[in-house]
């Protein structure tokens, strides 16, 4: 095991190169350093140890950030075996079937793009994984609530889903989903205060209502979570989300451990920042078990 993990690290080492075929960035040890929460420098050897030992794996990335996205497609590659499942905030619970359907090679990946609402960024950011998944018969789950109730408690209140009928509802997660943590409403009140929404005036409760739609998705994707692991014991879940729903164990994690509270979670938080490759304790202390930090000069693709 211990050779295997060694091997997977010198792979991560290799040079950077775009293929022209696929434009597809390899990141090297260059344009990431891993940290532990603490700031205390770590090795690809550690986190992947870390990883195999958990049940959840949270992978919590800056969603524009392309040494992110190369290193959950080697960490996938690197921790899958026949228990491994892949998660994603991508896709949202109402299309599981479209994702089921596509991985079964019952439909065309261009009817998985349209039909499963594909994020914008999906081909070139998204696409690796599940192609991965696709051909090793690996579960992916479509964890996120639909867009449309999350907008809908965001205009009306968290209180406005009991008004669904059956079939909307069996896509969210239990009703009434708890409220967020004060650690993590004071993190969001913090967010929303250096990023403003712009273009229309203030409403009145439009901060609580915006926090309750911001803890159905980090609900949604626990519930998720928690289903899957109930009804297929034994396995483990690499779960791709942006860093805001799980850095700092709050968030998603909270909603997990309320669903199933003895599960084992690792939380990995890549941070693209102009600190690279040195860890600013000021930021990023306690952002997770492990903390990668990213080389902000790598283009986008």
Do not use: C
Not at 164 to 193: D, I, T
């Amino acid at each position: 095991m211990k050779a295997a993990l060694l091997a997977i690290a010198a792979v991560l080492s290799f040079a950077q190169s775009r293929n022209p075929e696929v434009g597809k960035v390899v990141a090297i040890d260059e344009h990431y350093r891993i940290y532990r929460g603490d700031g205390t420098a770590a090795t690809m050897d550690q986190l992947l140890a870390a990883s195999g030992a958990a049940e959840v794996t949270f992978l919590g990335e800056p969603h524009s950030d392309p040494v992110a996205h190369y290193l959950e497609e080697e960490l996938l590659r690197a921790t899958w075996d026949a228990r491994l499942a892949l998660s994603l905030e991508m896709f949202e619970r109402d299309v599981q079937y479209v994702l089921d359907e596509y991985l079964a090679d019952l439909i065309t990946e261009r009817d998985l793009i349209a039909s499963g609402r594909a994020w914008k960024n999906y081909a070139s950011d998204y696409r690796p994984l599940v192609e991965f998944a696709k051909e090793r018969r690996m579960p992916v789950i479509a964890a996120n609530a639909p867009r449309r109730y999350v907008d809908r408690v965001s205009r009306l209140g968290a209180a406005s889903l009991d008004q669904l009928e059956p079939e909307g509802r069996r896509f969210l997660p239990p009703l009434p989903y708890a409220n967020a943590s004060e650690a993590y409403a004071a993190r969001f009140a913090r967010a929303m205060k250096e990023h403003p929404r712009t273009g229309s005036p203030p409403v009145p409760d439009s901060a609580e209502r915006s926090l309750e739609a911001q803890s159905l998705w980090d609900a949604s994707m626990a519930d998720s979570i928690a289903k899957f692991l109930t009804t297929n014991p034994g396995s483990r879940i690499l779960q791709v989300n942006g860093s805001f729903h799980t850095s700092h164990q709050l968030g998603v994690v909270e909603h997990l451990l309320r669903y199933r509270p003895q599960t084992r979670i690792l939380v990995v938080t890549i941070v693209r920042n102009k600190s690279f490759p040195t860890f600013d304790a000021a930021t990023m202390y306690g952002e997770g078990e492990f903390v990668v930090v990213t080389d902000p000069t790598v283009a986008r693709r």
